[in-house]
């Protein structure tokens, strides 16, 4: 998401945000302009977890606000770090959460010895595809 920095719904965003925790997502908000940006860092939630307006808190991190000002003169690949900096631990915290494990690669024994079984369940949440 791209935005000057002006939210004019503050509590409905938080509580979108918050409800959202629970979901595969990640949002990525890139502040452009002089705006004042302390409401998209109080999304971002580094330092204070968000609650919602009915008490509970989120229950991940799913924001990553980066400020372009700070990039826009420099090495583009500095804003790309930045901007997907947080990704890989949402993505494994969403996973963690969920009790899902990572698809494991199949040794050509394993293959072998259940070479009519296409896929086949490996223990809690992990999925074993021949040929992966």
């Known amino acids: 998401m791209i935005t000057d920095g002006v939210i004019s719904d503050m509590k409905q965003t938080v509580d979108a945000i918050v409800d959202a925790t629970d979901l595969p997502l990640s949002i990525i908000i890139i502040g452009v302009g002089n705006a004042d940006f302390d409401a998209m860092e109080e999304l971002d939630a580094d330092e204070h977890p968000l609650r919602h307006s ?13 400020p372009y000002n700070q ?13 997907l900096e947080e990704v ?6 969403y996973m963690t959460m969920k009790k899902l494990h990572p698809l494991r690669q199949v040794s050509k024994t ?23």
């Open 54 to 66: 009915k008490g509970h808190r989120m229950q991940r991190d799913i924001v990553q606000f980066v």
């Open 71 to 83: 990039y826009k003169d420099g090495d583009i690949g500095r804003l790309a770090k930045a901007v």
């Open 88 to 93: 890989p631990a949402q993505i494994t915290g």
């Open 110 to 132: 394993e293959l072998k010895q259940t070479a009519s079984i296409i896929s086949m369940y490996d223990g809690p949440s992990n999925i074993v595809r021949a040929g992966t």
